[in-house]
């Protein structure tokens, strides 16, 4: 089992930046891939980014790629997000996620095995 626990969110004027951080702890030596997914009031739970764990590959969704960053030092068991340029529409609960089996179907939330509870970022405008 691996339990995670995000911390970082909070309040930032759009345009800013904010760096959310997520530490694993448990099985670490199972994790095969790190994500991030964001779940808006009213909406369903978002792909974000996701990156294997110990290679070079990562994905982002379309609404963040070239402002968002993940990243994760292993050593110490961390997955980041670094959010540059936010806007008012990245408003959100970001859920960090591990997985055991990287099976290139990392967009849905059902490919993932572990969650946190989730850090709320509000941006505003």
């Known amino acids: 089992q691996v339990q995670l626990a995000e911390s970082g969110g909070g309040l930032v004027q759009a345009g800013g930046s904010l760096r959310l951080s997520c530490t694993a702890s448990?099985?670490?030596?199972?994790?095969?891939?790190a994500g991030w997914f964001r779940q808006a009031p009213g909406k369903e739970r978002e792909f974000v980014a996701a990156?294997?764990?110990?290679?070079?590959?990562?994905d982002y969704a379309d609404s963040v790629n070239g402002r968002f960053t993940i990243s994760r030092d292993v050593a110490k068991n961390m997955v980041y997000l670094q959010m540059n340029s936010v806007k008012p529409e990245d408003t959100a609960v970001y859920y960090c996620?591990?997985?055991?089996?990287?099976?290139?179907?990392?967009?849905?939330?059902?490919?993932?095995?572990?969650w946190g509870h989730g850090t709320q970022v509000t941006v505003s405008s």
């Open positions: 448990g099985r670490t030596f199972s994790i095969s891939g």
């Open positions: 990156t294997i764990w110990s290679g070079h590959i990562t």
């Open positions: 996620t591990t997985t055991h089996l990287w099976d290139g179907r990392m967009r849905s939330p059902r490919s993932w095995d572990y």
